[in-house]
């Protein structure tokens, strides 16, 4: 059952039966609150006037709403609310990370997957109803094929960028094809060549991973945020939206008005496949559980170095014949925190971290602020997954901000999307190579 946070009535906008609260600025906290749980369905959101991504995207729905449900008693269900989406505040790097599960190869236990249809596990593909069949736009396309081969583009949007071109580019690289860092026909036929597959499906929400859990209310003070049990996904669009390398945006523009999201239902996502249990290994810290929430396979091919481009903004992984097996797209230091440029090592990977908070090492922390611990979660200050490098404090992490990368600044760390990171978590082994260039 999925967690839906009920807050008292002040700062909420009332629409229908639905009360929508504006999301607070940094530094102001949320107001307190309640929970139930509930198994019902709720629509994926309003999408009228929102182009579909057959054809080329405009620009994203925004919203600075959160929806929940108006609360009649605690055990009130929710129902027919629209749910808009939310904007959430980055926290660096430059840290301590609990190194409890420091290893090469993922360890966990065999997630807790639901069983939704035919005794199938995960999100089971449901058969195609469009007619005509659905057509996602060219560079839509583009982004699910580069990303199913390692080439990520970051968030699939559907939308040409500097991150977009970025992977085009590595794509063409790692290929021998023309390096134009465009979609040009040497390309497509390329892509198509090898991932073949269509661009999007229609799949069915699994009951477990609707049920979360969820963590409605994240603060943006770290004390208070060492206060929470863990710091998962505000909410279950939040949740899909990364299981599919994308957004909230572009999962309501796939699909048509009154779509509803909930256990059982059915929506069209980006075509990630689901990740194939059997190679999952032993876990200590709910890694596989991880992996398969975040649609990324175990199994990745053995690396010899990483090399940051501090001016392409990437992060490139190379194999051991010096072959180009893998690019994605990089956040990496700010002016108070430069990239520290230079040749480091691997020291090892730390997945699904506890965050050692200490404001000594952070320039902008409040002068009030103390050392505190953090509890896992993908809406944790690194992510998932920590990889830490021979420079102290400094590591390759995952973000809860994934529409960021690429696009902001950080603590001098590296910042990769969570499916991103996650993936290189299991790419790379104590002892290789991390070289970091301007």
């Not at 090469?104 to 109803?129: D, I, S, Y």
Request: aromatic share 6%.
């Amino acid at each position: 059952m999925q967690t839906i946070a009920l807050a008292d009535l002040t700062d909420w906008v009332w629409v229908g039966s639905c009360r929508f609260r504006k999301i607070p600025t940094p530094g102001q906290h949320p107001p307190t609150q309640r929970s139930f749980t509930h198994t019902s369905a709720i629509p994926i959101a309003d999408i009228r006037g929102v182009p579909q991504l057959r054809q080329p995207p405009d620009e994203p729905l925004s919203s600075q709403l959160v929806v929940t449900a108006k609360h009649q008693n605690e055990d009130a269900a929710l129902k027919n609310c629209w749910l808009l989406l939310s904007a959430f505040a980055l926290v660096g790097c430059k840290v301590t990370i609990n190194d409890e599960n420091n290893s090469a190869q993922a360890n966990t236990a065999t997630p807790n997957l639901a069983v939704a249809v035919h005794q199938e596990k995960g999100f089971v593909t449901v058969a195609e109803k469009a007619k005509p069949p659905f057509h996602a736009d060219p560079v839509f396309t583009a982004q699910v094929a580069l990303d199913r081969l390692s080439f990520s583009s970051g968030i699939i949007d559907g939308k040409e960028g500097k991150n977009y071109s970025a992977a085009v580019e590595g794509f063409q690289k790692a290929n021998n094809l023309p390096v134009t860092g465009r979609l040009d026909e040497a390309t497509n036929v390329a892509l198509k060549r090898q991932s073949p597959d269509t661009a999007t499906r229609r799949v069915r929400i699994p009951a477990d991973f609707a049920r979360g859990p969820f963590t409605p209310d994240i603060p943006t003070d770290p004390s208070e945020q060492a206060k929470l049990s863990q710091l998962q996904y505000r909410n279950l669009i939040e949740a899909l939206a990364e299981r599919f390398h994308t957004t909230p945006q572009a999962l309501a523009s796939l699909n048509p008005p009154g779509t509803k999201i909930g256990s059982g239902a059915v929506i069209r996502v980006p075509n990630i496949p689901n990740v194939d249990e059997v190679q999952f290994g032993k876990d200590e810290r709910g890694w596989n559980e991880t992996l398969a929430r975040l649609g990324v396979a175990p199994t990745q091919p053995a690396i010899a170095k990483v090399v940051v481009d501090k001016s392409d903004e990437v992060l490139r992984a190379f194999s051991g014949d010096d072959k180009l097996i893998a690019q994605f797209p990089a956040t990496m230091g700010s002016e108070h925190d430069p990239l520290p440029i230079g040749t480091w090592k691997i020291q090892g990977v730390s997945r699904n971290p506890d965050f050692h908070y200490n404001p000594d090492l952070f320039w902008d922390a409040d002068t009030n602020d103390r050392a505190v611990t953090l509890k896992p979660g993908p809406n944790g200050p690194v992510g998932v997954v920590w990889i830490d490098i021979s420079k102290p404090h400094y590591g390759i992490h995952g973000t809860s901000e994934p529409s960021t990368i690429g696009r902001a600044e950080s603590h001098g760390c590296i910042r990769l999307t969570n499916w991103d990171a996650a993936r290189l978590a299991q790419m790379v082994k104590p002892g290789i190579l991390a070289i970091f260039q301007e």
